[in-house]
């Protein structure tokens, strides 16, 4: 199983910027699967989860509203949408898929892993 994130950049404060995560190898129709994110000196942090059954969307006080997380059943991906992007959301922003949305909120149960991809917001 292999989950592959992209799209992370150097954007302009207020700008917009969009993650994907394709999944290959298996699907995960009863998962949870988002995004977390880890700043220079910072503990990783929970940002945003989309139930694969239902669509149902979850997100971190800090990105409420301005992120959004969705999902392409037909292409096993997952994507985080970011407008207004500000210099505190810098940070590699990892994917990740877990067994329940209340684990993956609290950071456990995270069976599968991508590797990180790296979003540079500029001031």
Known sequence: ??????????????????????????????YGMGWFRQAPGKEREFV?????????????DSVKGRFTVSRDNAKNTVYLQMNSLKAE????YYCA??????????????????QGTLVTVSS
């Open 1 to 30: 199983v292999q989950l592959q994130a992209s799209g992370g950049g150097l954007v302009q404060a207020g700008g917009s910027l969009r993650l994907s995560c394709a999944v290959s190898g298996r699907t995960f129709s009863s």
């Open 48 to 60: 945003s989860v989309i139930r694969w059954s239902s669509g149902s969307t979850y997100y971190a």
């Open 97 to 114: 898929a877990g067994s329940s949305v209340g684990g993956f909120i609290r950071g456990e149960n995270l069976n599968y892993w991508g």
């Open 89 to 92: 959301d810098t940070a590699v």
